[in-house]
């Protein structure tokens, strides 16, 4: 479990930080961390980490820790799962008892809303998942007629208001549904990266529907959300037309975003948060929410109907990194060299005597030797007051890897504030005060579905007939995961520091080594001039830069992309002089290819990171939860059931066949 560390010297300010999960003396100070008001509401404590001033200038004292906000998070005993059944640990796998959502309760109404990340290299996954989205509203609308064992009746009907000719419906037909679009860039949370950028990026999109944030993006009635109702009353009743605009604002959000990826924080903006920020802005040393939007507001008050069901469909390539709007969020994006932690977070994040060097503590926790007499720490780089990373060592790139044991502490917030928020009628605002959860309002947490679309694998998550030839993929609904012991194989124990069984999903920046224990595939070296070479990532790649992490999956593109120099968003590209240098050292299986031979300025395939953070919260949300692979099983045959990402949404489809009446 992690400590908390009083006082720590961040750029000119002396800042106070607390525990990541609520440690050993975080909740001593304000009740937070793993119990604090969990009877109530399964929260981790009240303002954890915002602090109170100490009265000096640019000092500030922790009142809760770091992570300690909704770190006990809540879930479900039954359709929910066990959200808050670990007692803390790295990755924010806090306790806290468990929340019954009771038994499962359905509606008529359907409100979707797409969290979709739009960092560079998403342009490719965008459009998977554009390719997929007419399937998946045509069956919403007008579900199959299906036999008992699932199959597709051969005369299917034209509408959703027709009957069956043969067979019943694989769920029930939806006739009022509302679609929204949001991306996973929220702006730098008080720091300098992602705060400004050029006139095409968009580095804070502030959770709103993407409508609202981009010009000649069409809406129903310009509410910023499409919405088909059967009847015309209020939405159009053109299936077609809604597919279509649907396509047009998932492309619309584009590959010019903020590389720190937010799809946990942005959808509990816009579907949870009771007061969410105009913007995130440092004052007086801190994070400091300022404003509300009342333009989310609104778009959420319109979006969301009390008496509908919920689908949420997270796709992003790459980990969550929900930083923290409170304490010393900004520090992440800051432009100082972060502070190396103790020696003993290089083989334990969980060991009490891993800490900052960058803390200012009068007594070690028992058994710690002094930071001044770390191997690690007592080496201060001349000109510093603590020992810090080099400049190879602290990418912009990779601020939020492995925080807690590269820097001693962890920023982002614990992945339980989001199954809380997702299960709880209660949560903490602004100001530390219980609240009604706007989200379940009226609504029972059993309506609420998500599909978190990530990397990993598609084989870690697929049934045991799926990774037999001849089989359609079909994957387990976390729950079926939790009973098929594939957790271990996706996340591990972070908590008592066991890496995932599956190599392919521990986060790295050097080439991994080991198999995917369902296929037994091995990771391949660094050295392969074979983009194929293994089925699942191809080969690990060089990082002479230490700026990028190892693939969790590959999939090739339909249509090789010819990389201009200097193009941060295509994965091949020479630098702006044209010198394909760090092209050939990386050796990236994504620019060789497909009959092998070296890497070369064309991007051939496509990938996806460990996404650990979302797969996570799949485990807290149960049965409510179907995670999916980014990466898909096949591109090139459209009439396919494992085409795109059909299977995530076949997933998804019978998750909503249980919420639908």
């Avoid at 079909?474 to 008592?496: F, I, K």
């Amino acid at each position: 479990m992690r400590v908390s560390f009083g006082k720590i010297w961040g750029a000119s300010a002396l800042l106070a930080l607390g525990s990541a999960c609520g440690g050993s003396s975080a909740g001593a100070a304000g009740s937070a961390g793993v119990g604090g008001m969990a009877s109530a509401a399964g929260a981790g404590g009240a303002a954890a980490g915002v602090g109170a001033a100490a009265g000096v200038a640019g000092s500030i004292q922790s009142t809760a820790g770091v992570g300690g906000s909704d770190a006990g998070a809540a879930g479900a005993t039954d359709t929910g799962g066990d959200a808050g059944s670990d007692t803390g640990g790295v990755g924010g796998f806090a306790g806290g008892p468990p929340v019954d959502i009771g038994s499962q309760q359905q509606a008529e109404k359907l409100d979707v809303l797409f969290v979709v990340d739009n960092s560079v290299s998403m342009a490719d996954k965008q459009g998977v998942l554009e390719a997929s989205l007419p399937n998946f509203v045509s069956r919403l609308v007008n579900p199959r007629c299906v036999d008992a064992q699932g199959v597709p009746s051969a005369a299917q009907p034209a509408t959703g208001a027709a009957a069956c000719a043969s067979g019943t419906r694989e769920l029930t037909p939806v006739t009022d549904l509302h679609l929204g679009v949001i991306t996973t860039s929220i702006g730098g949370h008080g720091g300098t990266v992602c705060s400004t950028g050029a006139a095409t990026d968009n580095l804070d999109d502030k959770a709103q529907l993407v409508p609202s944030m981009r010009s000649n993006v069409a809406s129903f009635n310009a509410s910023g959300f499409l919405s088909y109702d059967a009847t015309g009353k209020a939405g159009v009743t053109d299936v077609s037309s809604v597919i279509t605009d649907l396509k047009a604002t998932v492309i619309a959000a584009g590959e010019h975003g903020c590389g720190y990826e937010a799809p946990l924080e942005a959808m509990y903006r816009f579907l949870v948060d009771p007061d969410p920020p105009n913007s995130v802005q440092m004052v007086n040393g801190l994070s400091t929410p300022v404003g509300i939007n009342d333009t989310l507001l609104a778009q959420r008050a319109a979006f969301l109907r009390p008496d509908s069901a919920v689908a949420i469909v997270i796709l992003s390539d790459e980990n969550d990194c929900s930083i923290r709007d409170d304490g010393v969020g900004w520090f992440v994006g800051a432009s100082t060299r972060m502070p190396r932690a103790t020696a003993a977070c290089d083989t334990n994040p969980n060991d009490p005597c891993c800490r900052s060097c960058a803390q200012q503590e009068v007594t070690p926790p028992k058994g710690c030797a002094a930071l001044s007499d770390d191997a690690t720490c007592k080496d201060v780089p001349a000109g510093q007051q603590y020992a810090t990373w080099d400049a190879p060592h602290d990418s912009l790139n990779l601020r939020c890897y492995d925080q807690q044991g590269r820097f001693g502490f962890d920023l982002l917030y614990p992945v339980e504030r989001y199954s809380n928020a997702l299960s709880n009628p209660k949560i903490l605002n602004r100001a530390g005060t219980l609240v009604n959860n706007p989200l379940l309002v009226g609504r029972s947490a059993t309506l609420l579905s998500v599909s978190t679309i990530v990397g990993t694998p598609w084989q870690d998550l697929a049934s045991k007939d799926s990774l037999t030839a001849g089989h359609d993929l079909q994957y387990l609904s976390a729950a079926e995961l939790t009973s098929d012991a594939r957790w271990p194989v996706l996340l591990g124990d972070p908590p008592n520091n066991v890496a995932p069984s599956d190599a392919f999903m521990n986060e790295s920046i050097t080439p991994r080594s080991g198999e995917n224990p369902l296929t037994h595939d091995e990771i391949t070296l660094a050295s392969s001039m074979d983009p194929t070479a293994n089925p699942i990532n191809g080969h690990e790649q060089n990082m002479p830069d230490l700026d990028d992490l190892q693939f969790a999956c590959t999939f090739p593109l339909v249509t090789p992309k010819a990389c201009a120099n200097g193009d941060t968003a295509c994965a091949c590209s020479a630098d702006k002089s044209g010198s394909t240098s760090s092209v050939t050292a990386a050796n990236s299986p994504l620019c060789q290819p497909p009959a092998g031979g070296p890497a070369g300025t064309t991007q051939y395939y496509a990938k996806g990171y460990p996404g650990a953070r979302e797969l996570r919260l799949a485990q807290l949300l149960g049965d409510r939860a179907v995670p999916a692979s980014i990466c898909p099983k096949t591109l090139t045959d459209a009439t396919s059931a494992d085409y795109a990402y059909l299977p995530a949404f076949n997933a998804l489809l019978t998750r909503l066949a249980t919420t639908l009446k």
